[in-house]
């Protein structure tokens, strides 16, 4: 794939935009080749990759590995709606209407220093189609985009929505990553541990040998009899499939690091057969101010929690999806 060139793009756009308007805006009601304003692609199940950069150095690569399944940027899984959206986009945008002669020059500004462009590729390491998205209009329901090579930037929309279209092309990487914590086939975890810092004897390890034979042992790794092997089977399930909310990108290093360095609510931890393992640490989220559903006075948000995955990702979670996880080990013994 070719270098995104951010100066060399300025260059270009910049030094043609008034050559191209004297070209344009001398020809009344003329119009330019179906290249120059076709913006979208009607088969989107031929698309292979995506790749989207901005001018402060942002890349994005999306790129197709199943039917109904993507990368971003080579690393992580995403999330199947926003790539549906994503191409949903590029199959119904249209051209509303050409720039206004009184804002071109602006228009050609912005796309070169505000703009995302955006690769389309189509199994070939040449892309189908390049074109350049900008800001939104006035009442924000279509933005200006360009196609690479043309000669004038349109007012792109989707006929009948009404909203702007950029979002559908994020260019941060955790606007696509997928939200996932734990996924894992029961039959596939050899090792679940959950410590109770706070409560260390409450805390446990489920072992499964590959022929899937489940053994339980308290924080102190002393095997234990006398448990339901059913309840083992029941709690394993629940990690099928467990995510987190957002990632917390509202705070500042100093606060995470604090928060981060804390004793954690619970200490998860699965490693499956192929000895690969996920760790999620659990705290409290604090609250400035705040008053529980009965009118008491509250240090931490009631609903949700900070997670610590892999001892590198910030994120928030929910009580509500750890709720279940919570268990401690008298849970095995139900009757």
Do not use: C
């Not at 756009?13 to 330019?32: M, N, R, W």
């Not at 690769?119 to 900008?134: L, Q």
Request: net charge neutral.
């Amino acid at each position: 794939m070719k270098k995104y060139k951010n100066i060399l793009f300025i260059i270009i756009l910049l030094g043609l935009s008034g050559i191209i308007a004297t070209q344009y805006f001398s020809k009344s009601g003329s119009t330019l080749k179906s290249s120059s304003n076709n913006f979208s692609i009607q088969d989107t199940g031929n698309i292979t990759k995506v790749f989207l950069a901005d001018m402060k150095g942002n890349q994005i690569l999306l790129e197709r590995v199943e039917s109904n399944k993507w990368m971003v940027n080579g690393k992580y899984g995403t999330v199947q709606t926003n790539i549906n959206y994503m191409l949903e986009t590029i199959n119904l945008m249209t051209v509303k209407a050409p720039v206004a002669k009184a804002r071109y020059d602006k228009t050609i500004r912005d796309l070169s220093t505000r703009g995302i462009k955006v690769e389309i590729y189509m199994d070939s390491d040449t892309p189908s189609k390049v074109f350049y998205i900008g800001t939104t209009n006035q009442d924000q329901t279509g933005n200006y985009m360009m196609i690479e090579d043309s000669k004038l930037p349109y007012l792109v929309h989707i006929e009948g929505f009404r909203g702007f279209l950029s979002p559908r092309f994020a260019i941060h990487e955790n606007d696509w990553r997928e939200k996932t914590i734990f996924r894992y086939n029961p039959r596939e975890i050899e090792e679940l541990r959950l410590s109770i810092p706070g409560q260390p004897q409450k805390g446990f390890v489920i072992k499964q040998t590959i022929d899937g034979k489940l053994s339980l042992y308290n924080n102190a790794m002393v095997p234990l009899e006398g448990y339901e092997n059913g309840y083992l089977v029941e709690y394993l399930e629940r990690f099928r499939s467990i995510n987190f909310e957002m990632w917390e990108e509202t705070k500042d290093p100093i606060f995470i690091d604090s928060v981060s360095t804390s004793t954690p609510l619970e200490v998860y931890t699965v490693k499956n057969m192929a000895g690969e393992s996920t760790t999620l640490k659990s705290f409290k989220k604090p609250l400035l101010s705040g008053l529980d559903i009965e009118g008491n006075p509250i240090d931490h948000d009631q609903d949700r929690m900070y997670g610590l995955m892999n001892e590198k990702e910030f994120m928030i979670i929910q009580y509500f999806v750890f709720d279940p996880l919570n268990q401690d080990i008298s849970f095995f013994y139900k009757n």
